[in-house]
């Protein structure tokens, strides 16, 4: 996976990222397993960058991420 450097800070992210908004919001058939599922397989690829924000289920997006790494 191709890398980029993000900002000054020397941070760095995978160039390919994960949309996570149609994991908890905006989209009827929500499916948990799925997403949870779908964000492994996509770090097991290499992909660094998982693209969310708080409006995605007032905070539901965040909470299925951060979820996903527990399991």
Same mark, same amino acid.
């Given at each position: 996976? *191709?890398?980029?450097?993000?900002?000054?800070?020397? %941070? !760095?992210?995978?160039?390919?990222? /994960?949309?996570?908004?149609? $994991?908890?919001?905006?989209?009827?058939?929500?499916?948990?397993? *799925?997403?949870?599922?779908?964000?492994?397989?996509? %770090? !097991?690829?290499?992909?660094?960058? /998982?693209?969310?924000?708080? $409006?995605?289920?007032?905070?539901?997006?965040?909470?299925?991420?951060?979820?996903?790494?527990?399991?």
């Amino acid at each position: 996976m *191709e890398i980029r450097k993000l900002g000054t800070q020397g %941070l !760095e992210v995978s160039a390919l990222g /994960l949309g996570c908004m149609r $994991m908890s919001e905006f989209y009827s058939g929500r499916n948990e397993q *799925e997403a949870i599922a779908t964000i492994h397989r996509a %770090l !097991e690829l290499g992909v660094t960058l /998982l693209d969310t924000a708080d $409006m995605y289920g007032m905070g539901d997006n965040e909470e299925l991420v951060g979820d996903s790494s527990r399991r």
